[in-house]
């Protein structure tokens, strides 16, 4: 028998480093561990052993608390110093690491908004936001009354927050987004006026807002393009030099230079701020439909019925000529600095890039075809508009809706995305500068003339909104 087992049946504690822990276990042994002792003791060294084993079990755990209970007391200045240094630097690098991860994060949207940039100087610039749009509801359309006759162009303020429409019956309304009411008119010119008109006297047919938002342009069938102050619709200044109707004006972004062009087959350019001509180019062999500009020295224009859309560079005073429609092309307008859209009378929507000289897309009978089985003719497409630097397009017809288009990679493909009904030409589209909502100018005839009236139109301008579907989560938001 060793002598541990000796000092427990003669009821001592053992010396030495057990003993303590003897002591402790003997004091929390049930009753029945007494005569397991006794049975234990008669049956040998084995069994001797196997007793052993389980006091011992028993014994870690409570053991081990007052252990730590005893390190904790223990614990000396020193030592509690170097505890929260530990956990001091342990938040230190948990803070480095939530930086870290901060500064990548915040590197990549800076490289995608530098790729983003160089791709929109480039004028290549195409994010895809088509497949995010979701079809307004009809009663979510407001609908804009103030026009005796048909509306034949608007523009939107840069800030969204007002819009200006201009119509066959001379007069130009400026709206609020917001409220939908009338923030000013200016009414037709009175008859027998002295000196230069201050207002138009004729259909006005194209108008202009500059990217600062100060000046806004409108031209008329009397050959007249008067200039506005944004602000107060206060008229500033009249420039006269066109020949015929000025059916197109475009400002270039960034500044106060004008583009004007007009059925006299010509282009002018004009120093707004200045109150000045600068100079003009030809070229259109008919009368020329539209015009349009962004921030590069150049614009297009849509030939009409000679069947060209045609860029302009004016620094060097020549010009790129496109073919694909059929038809005569009446509306235009640029995606971005590489690529444009424009739609012909005969039902085709095409998408150009400038280093082609044929539509990379093009789009037949874009809004179906109208007239008796066998005699069927494609309604017409009477304007489009483009949501800058994006893949989303719009186009107008009379055949009681505006459809929206998705431009495939490379805008080398237009798929339909959804109509949105209205009844009447849809003689004006524009969207907005944050792509929210979409304003169309609705008339009973056709801008350009009177070949057919819809009786059940109403000549207004109706906001329609553009509402995207949420995005799906990505991996790790």
Not at 38 to 44: D, L, R, V
Not at 181 to 189: D, E, G, M, Q, S
Not at 383 to 411: I, M, P, Y
Not at 429 to 436: E, M, T, V
């Amino acid at each position: 028998m060793s002598a541990t087992a000796a000092a427990r049946k003669r009821g001592k504690p053992a010396s030495g480093a057990g003993a303590g822990a003897g002591a402790g276990a003997s004091k929390r042994r049930r009753k029945g561990d007494s005569a397991g002792d006794k049975s234990k003791s008669k049956g040998g060294s084995k069994m001797n052993e196997e007793i052993s084993s389980d006091s011992e079990t028993e014994s870690l755990a409570p053991r081990r608390t007052e252990e730590e209970e005893e390190e904790e007391l223990e614990e000396t200045a020193q030592e509690k110093k170097l505890r929260l240094a530990k956990l001091y630097l342990e938040q230190l690098r948990q803070q480095e690491e939530e930086k870290a991860e901060a500064r990548e994060f915040e590197e990549d949207q800076v490289a995608g908004r530098l790729k983003e940039d160089v791709l929109e100087q480039r004028g290549r610039l195409q994010k895809s936001v088509a497949k995010e749009v979701q079809a307004p509801a009809p009663a979510d359309i407001r609908i804009l009354r103030g026009h005796q006759l048909s509306i034949t162009c608007l523009v939107i303020t840069p800030d969204d927050l007002a819009i200006f429409s201009a119509a066959k019956d001379c007069t130009i309304i400026k709206w609020s987004v917001e409220s939908g009411r009338k923030l000013h008119v200016i009414p037709r010119a009175k008859k027998g006026a002295d000196g230069k008109p201050s207002s138009h006297s004729s259909h006005i047919l194209c108008m202009a807002i500059s990217s600062d938002g100060k000046y806004l342009a409108s031209g008329d069938r009397s050959k007249l393009i008067l200039i506005w102050d944004a602000q107060s619709c206060q008229h500033l200044y009249t420039f006269t030099g066109h020949r015929d109707a000025v059916s197109g004006l475009a400002f270039r972004r960034g500044t106060h230079q004008l583009y004007s062009t007009s059925h006299d087959r010509s282009v002018k350019v004009w120093n707004v701020a200045e109150n000045s001509y600068v100079e003009t180019l030809f070229g259109h062999q008919d009368a020329v439909a539209a015009l349009d500009a962004l921030s590069r020295e150049c614009c297009v224009t849509a030939g009409g019925r000679d069947g060209t859309v045609r860029v302009w560079k004016i620094p060097e005073e020549s010009q790129l000529v496109f073919y694909g429609h059929q038809g005569s092309i009446d509306s235009i307008q640029l995606i971005n600095e590489e690529h444009m859209v424009s739609g012909a009378d005969d039902g085709s929507v095409a998408l150009w890039g400038l280093s082609k000289k044929r539509p990379l897309a093009l789009q037949r009978e874009a809004h179906g075809l109208r007239g008796e089985p066998g005699l069927e003719q494609p309604f017409w497409v009477s304007s489009v508009a483009a949501l800058l630097n994006t893949d989303l397009v719009a186009t107008g017809s009379h055949n009681n809706s505006v459809r929206l288009w998705r431009c495939g990679e490379g805008f080398r493909q237009l798929d339909l995305l959804c109509d949105i009904p209205l009844v009447g030409f849809i003689n004006s589209l524009k969207f907005s500068s944050a792509g929210d909502f979409l304003v169309a100018g609705v008339g009973q005839e056709h801008r350009l003339g009177r070949w057919w009236r819809i009786k059940e139109a109403r000549n207004s301008v109706c906001i329609i909104p553009l509402r995207r579907a949420p995005r799906p989560p990505t991996a790790g938001s």
